[in-house]
DNA sequence: CCTACCGATCGGTAGG
DNA sequence: CCTACCGATCGGTAGG
């Protein structure tokens, strides 16, 4: 079967996120990338200059994902307690997902190989989509749900949230939504 | 000024936990640890046998020095908010501390790394720390302060916790202690 | 703990 | 995209 070139290199870029994910950036070879993709070890550089290329695209196309869902589920509109529950919502699917998690899991915790250029575009995108969730709070406080809107509390909050990366087992106790909820619930006071 | 081998040994350790966390375990070199304790590159093998050998003394110190301090924390008695509240401000402290923040991040993020035996300690460990945490959820409950205290709600806690080390910066807006108590205040229902 | 060194591996490239 | 390869670096060791 012969592939065209964009598939090529969205291959590489998939398989590159489950090794980065696994094994770490620094400990994943050129040549682990070109076996999981039935290359020759010098094949990869054909779709990407450097190593550190492909960390970058691995590394913003996460980012963009994520950005993407939560966005869309932001833009639905509702009360503000429906729009934060579909943003949990949308964050932990993107986060635990089959595809996206190797992506999460690599804008998690190998971010800080990328050059200073790359990382900078990083954190611009990471500044929006850290503005949506502080919009998000916002709202609750003007609603009374949330008795503190700050940027400490949107961090607690994304901790708890990224944290379900290392513990979250698909077939374990609970769904996703189920997760979800429970969040919800400890944060925002009872409905009624 | 002559030191004696205790000390040497422990100096690696401590350059080792700063450079695992900065620049995660396979990117650093062992010539970058010799350098940081002004070493020939070849004389940290005097100290630990391999490369491996060094991660494993971080991440199992990191993970007993955690320990005690909460431990101790919820050994010191009072109602069940107190002792949560004094576990708290012990975790974080560990956590953000100068000397113990490069190995709590490095057992947060590199234990992957480590074999299946060192995991096996770590895991043993690990299953200790966290039964500390599941009985103070306990208590709380049984105190009517939360309402759940399930393995997830512990694990929501934790990535809360654990997520600190990624944004906290001493100098930084708000001390240990007021994250601290904004957890508290997060989770636990108001007093009185 | 230093000196001197080795074998293996790695990112990357030239030429097709 | 493959073949064949290079220079650099790395973990680790022998001998002192």
Known sequence: MIKDEPNRRAEIVRAASRLFAEKGYAATTIRDIARAVDMQSGSPFYHFKTKHDMLKAVVLEGMTIITRAVGAAAAQGGTAREVFDAM??????????????????????????????????LIEQKDAYEALWQKALRDLKRSGVIEDDSRVTRLLLMGALNWTVQWYRPNGGRTVKQIARQISGMLLKPVG
């Open 88 to 121: 949990l919502l949308a964050h932990l699917e993107q986060l635990l997902a089959e595809d996206g998690r190797h992506f999460a899991a690599t804008l998690l915790h190998e971010s800080h190989h990328l050059d200073p250029a790359a990382l900078a575009e």
